[in-house]
């Protein structure tokens, strides 16, 4: 197996954004053989890793080089080679349909359908993207605590001062959320602003939430639910709730780019992603595999599960954003 280059943010300690973006960190090109592929993602190390291992050992001399951020610096990333030359990713693997909303509608994502895409729920889709992972916003509740029945629970007198949210504008997963729950029948702005008023604590991250309620700081918060279950199962004192409406599906699509000079394994490697044998790699990850019944975190028989309008919140989302900040500040 031929070794790959691997980026993260963290690897840069010290280095200033702009450095980050146009030398200290960047990516080798794909050049070299046309079965090297540069990837860009904010998945989980331990998935990206997996399944890159599992594709390179089925495509000897293969080689995938990979740059690795949370949303916010991926976006930048991708803005950065904009400025200095073009994108430099074949392939992004990215953790909510808003960014890749984004990407097409820059004209940076191509035609593209896996091979098989017959396991993958038609709802996660499209023309130039397909939905290879799944992550679910869920209730956690500490120990003891009432487990909420439905979301307006929060807003009660019994977690007054106890509840934490993750900040939409620093989180897509907690802008997923805030995009269906700003829409929904009965819920709207309001809720949130009923949240605030309940003394209700934002924070920047669903982890955060999630370290906040295990160590009994709130006594309940809005988070992932594969983090969550996987807390548990080390023996975190926390109940995982899925309140109706129900818990919020974000799912993560990936897709090749219009990137001149695109490595032709592009597609290759996206099809494997969102084929069988890569799906039941991302459960055994401890994540939510976008085709069903491949196994992955607990998903509860009868669990109620929502999702937005993807393609109409990216038309609205900054003004969503904006009413929210105006609640929960920035």
Known sequence: ???????????????????LLVSSCSSSSSGGS?????????????????????????????????FRAPTGQLNARVAGDLRS???????IWACDPLTMHGYDAQGLLADWTPADASSI???YRGPRFTGVHVLYMVAVVHEGTAPPAAWSDLTKPAYRGAVAVPDPGFAASALGTLGYLAG???????FYKALKANGAKQVNSPDEVLTGVEQGRYKAGITLANTA?????????????????????IYGPIGITTRKNRSSSAGEFASFVAGRDAQKIIAGEGTYP??????????PAGSPIVEPDWPKLFGTYKSVLADYAGVFGN
């Open 229 to 249: 279950y996987a807390g548990q199962k080390k023996g975190s004192p926390i109940e995982v709730v899925w309140p109706t409406p129900g818990g919020v599906a």
């Open 1 to 19: 197996m031929a070794a790959r280059a691997r980026i993260s943010v963290g690897i840069c300690v010290g280095v200033s954004v702009v450095a």
């Open 184 to 190: 929904a029948p009965g819920y709207g702005l309001d």
């Open 85 to 91: 030359g073009g994108l430099r990713a074949d392939v």
């Open 34 to 66: 046309k079965s090297d592929l540069t990837l860009y993602t904010c998945v989980s190390a331990s998935v990206e890793q997996a399944v890159i291992k599992a594709y390179e050992g089925a495509h000897p001399g293969s080689q995938v080089n990979v």
């Open 290 to 299: 976008a085709a069903p019944g491949l196994g992955g975190p607990p998903l």
């Open 121 to 123: 729920p038609a709802a």
